[in-house]
C-alpha cells in the first residue's frame, strides 16, 4: 500500500516539474517571439521605478511535509531610462523569507504596460525552515506584467517567481506568485 502511494506522490511531483519547466520555457519563447516580431509603431515602456506592497503565495512544498506557504511581499522596481531594462527585487515574508533580486528584460504593451521576463537568485533566510521559494539559494526566473494607472503614481504589479532546484532534500523546483500595488518615484 505504502507503494503505491509513494509512486502516486513521485507521479504527482513529476508532474508539478513538468509543468514548472514547461511554464519557465513557454515564458521565455513568448518573450522571443515578442521581440523578434516587427511592429510599425513602437509603445514606450510604461515610466518609472516604484516601490509596492502585497500578497504572496507559494505553488509547491517540494515533497516536504511543511506545505506551500502565503504570507506578505515588498516589491522594488529600478526602471533605466535608457534601456528596456529594471533591476527588480522582491522580499517574500512568511514564516521564512526569501529575498529575490532579479535583472528584467521590459516589454512595453503601450503607455501605461509593461510585461516582463527577469531572471536572479532566489537567497533564503534559513536553512532549515521553506518559504514560499523552498529552503535553498536557486536560480530563478521571473514573468510578470506591470500596469501604471493614467494620472496617478499608482502601479499594479503582479509576476511569478520559478525557483530551480530549490530545495536541498528533494531538488524539485518551487513557484510562487505575488501581487500587489506600489507607488512610483
Do not use: C
Not at 521581440?35 to 516604484?50: D, K, N
Not at 522582491?90 to 503607455?111: G, H, K, M, N, R
Not at 533564503?124 to 496617478?152: E, I, M, R, W
Amino acid at each position: 500500500m505504502n507503494d503505491s502511494i509513494d509512486m502516486r506522490q513521485s507521479g504527482a511531483k513529476s508532474k508539478i516539474h513538468s509543468l514548472l519547466l514547461g511554464l519557465a520555457i513557454g515564458s521565455v519563447a513568448a518573450v522571443g517571439g515578442l521581440l523578434l516580431t516587427p511592429s510599425s509603431a513602437s509603445a514606450q515602456a510604461a515610466y518609472g521605478s516604484y516601490i509596492g506592497f502585497g500578497g504572496s503565495a507559494g505553488l509547491t512544498d517540494g515533497g516536504l511535509d511543511g506545505g506551500s506557504s502565503s504570507g506578505g511581499v515588498i516589491a522594488v522596481r529600478y526602471r533605466f531610462l535608457e534601456a528596456p531594462i529594471s533591476l527588480r527585487g522582491q522580499v517574500l515574508i512568511s514564516e521564512t523569507s526569501a529575498f529575490v533580486p532579479t535583472v528584467s528584460y521590459d516589454i512595453p504593451l503601450d503607455w501605461q504596460t509593461d510585461v516582463y521576463l527577469g531572471a536572479g537568485v532566489a537567497i533564503q533566510d534559513s536553512n532549515n525552515d521553506t518559504s514560499p521559494l523552498g529552503n535553498q539559494t536557486a536560480f530563478v526566473l521571473q514573468p510578470g506584467v506591470d500596469y501604471n494607472f493614467p494620472y496617478s503614481n499608482l502601479v499594479v504589479f503582479g509576476n511569478a517567481i520559478i525557483a530551480f532546484d530549490a530545495y536541498k532534500d528533494s531538488n524539485d523546483n518551487a513557484a510562487s506568485i505575488q501581487a500587489g500595488v506600489g507607488v512610483r518615484f
